[in-house]
T-cell receptor, first 109, second 116 residues
Framework: TQLLEQSPQFLSIQEGENLTVYCNSS?????LQWYRQEPGEGPVLLVT?????EVKKLKRLTFQFGDARKDSSLHITAAQPGDTGLYLC?????????FGGGTRLMVKP | DTGVSQDPRHKITKRGQNVTFRCDPI?????LYWYRQTLGQGPEFLTY????????KSRLLSDRFSAERPKGSFSTLEIQRTEQGDSAMYLC??????????????FGPGTRLTVL
């Protein structure tokens, strides 16, 4: 069973702070995705990383894929209340996605 | 809007009743997936279709669950004799299935099922 563990599970910070959330596995994934989900809605795809060591930036969000393609991190700079949500990482396991349990982020104004 | 759509968004039913959910994928996507998500957890894979063929089913998909995609476009997920443990968000996703980004899955808004 390919298991993705995300940490921390919960994070509450003030607007303007920086944060990093992690996604770790003992398995190698061909690609890894990060999603953001708001209450009552489906996950929205933020980024896909494919190459070991890859770094992708999306405005204030920086995503990194580990060299061995087993782990990933998401760094948010100067967090804003609009960043509040559930951040999910997922890895391609054959034709389906395996999801981590998510990091629930709250950014207070 | 050309995203994945799901209907209904919310369903409340009594234990023992049958329910059916519909998913309309992004039009050019030939793969369609169903996931289930309970509170505080990430989505869990249920089943997936390549065009009209159901190619993979999770052991989470008991014999009370059936999914179809008869014409390779929209899909339905039926739950018979619902149980309280079936209460969850049912998510549908689709992907192109080919090319460098063919495995990227795009999700619909989900159907929230509550079994009383």
């Amino acid at each position: 069973t390919q298991l993705l563990e995300q940490s921390p599970q919960f994070l509450s910070i003030q607007e303007g702070e920086n944060l990093t959330v992690y996604c770790n596995s003992s398995s190698v994934f061909s690609s890894l995705q990060w999603y953001r989900q708001e209450p009552g809605e489906g996950p929205v795809l933020l980024v896909t990383v494919v190459t070991g060591g890859e770094v992708k930036k999306l405005k204030r969000l920086t995503f990194q894929f580990g060299d061995a393609r087993k782990d990933s991190s998401l760094h948010i700079t100067a967090a804003q209340p609009g960043d509040t949500g559930l951040y999910l990482c997922s890895g391609n396991a054959g034709n389906m996605l395996t999801f981590g349990g998510g990091t629930r982020l709250m950014v207070k104004p | 809007d050309t995203g994945v759509s799901q209907d209904p968004r919310h369903k409340i039913t009594k234990r023992g009743q049958n329910v059916t959910f519909r998913c309309d994928p992004i039009s050019e996507h030939n793969r369609l997936y169903w996931y289930r998500q309970t509170l505080g957890q990430g989505p869990e894979f249920l089943t997936y279709f390549q065009n009209e063929a159901q190619l993979e089913k999770s052991r989470l998909l008991s014999d009370r669950f059936s999914a179809e995609r008869p014409k390779g476009s929209f899909s339905t997920l039926e739950i018979q004799r619902t149980e309280q443990g079936d209460s969850a968000m049912y998510l549908c996703a689709s992907s192109l299935g080919v090319g460098a980004t063919g495995n990227e899955q795009f999700f619909g808004p989900g159907t929230r099922l509550t079994v009383l």
